[in-house]
């Protein structure tokens, strides 16, 4: 690190850090990943990777279980006029997992159906889905859930995932309104 006059002039210390916090998270060392993430916060405030940092602490506080502090992050990052349009997709599906982890499927529901179209990648996008199948599956609502599990099958997923999506697409029958024969 090149830290001069309350600035960094070396480009990838942050990221390397960055990369660091997420290997502690990835070992389930969420308290030393915490460290970093909190440490990246607070010493390079004025770095895009400052905004990543804060999800991944977000991350680190769900996976921990402190839901007050996670939601205090949750509410920092939603009001925070200057946080990339490029992260909102991934803000979107951890505070829908947030609220999976608080049962609170209505919101869980509410934010993946935006992380949906925001998601990076194809692979993301058929994982939402699936998880927005399942949802709707546990809040009873069998119709949409199984509109979505067909969304699912149709984006041509792994084997497992469309096995699966067909299953749940199975359950979600409902025999008094479908072809059974279908």
Same mark, same amino acid.
């Given at each position: ?23 502690? !998270? ?10 970093? !993430? ?19 602490? !977000? ?10 502090? +996670? ?34 499927? =209505? ?5 993946? =159906?935006?992380?949906?179209?925001? +998601? ?29 599990? =067909? ?28 072809? =059974?024969?279908?």
């Amino acid at each position: 690190s090149i830290f001069l006059k309350g600035e960094e002039h070396c480009n990838w210390i942050d990221d390397s850090y960055l990369l660091i916090g997420k290997s502690h !998270f990835y070992r389930h060392n969420y308290i030393d990943a915490l460290e970093v !993430f909190d440490f990246m916060q607070f010493q390079y405030k004025k770095l895009p990777s400052h905004y990543e940092a804060m999800l991944w602490s !977000f991350r680190c506080q769900n996976e921990v279980g402190t839901s007050v502090i +996670a939601e205090e992050i949750m509410d920092q990052i939603r009001y925070d006029k200057k946080f990339p349009a490029r992260l909102l997709g991934e803000f979107y599906a951890i505070c829908a997992d947030f609220y999976c982890k608080k049962d609170d499927y =209505t919101y869980a529901i509410e934010n993946l =159906t935006k992380a949906i179209p925001l +998601a990076k990648s194809k692979r993301d996008k058929t994982r939402y889905t699936f998880v927005l199948g399942q949802l709707y599956q546990k809040q009873g609502q069998l119709k949409k859930a199984s509109q979505y599990f =067909t969304q699912v099958i149709k984006m041509n997923p792994p084997y497992e995932m469309a096995f699966s999506a067909k299953m749940n697409e199975a359950r979600c029958f409902d025999v008094s309104t479908g072809n =059974t024969a279908d």
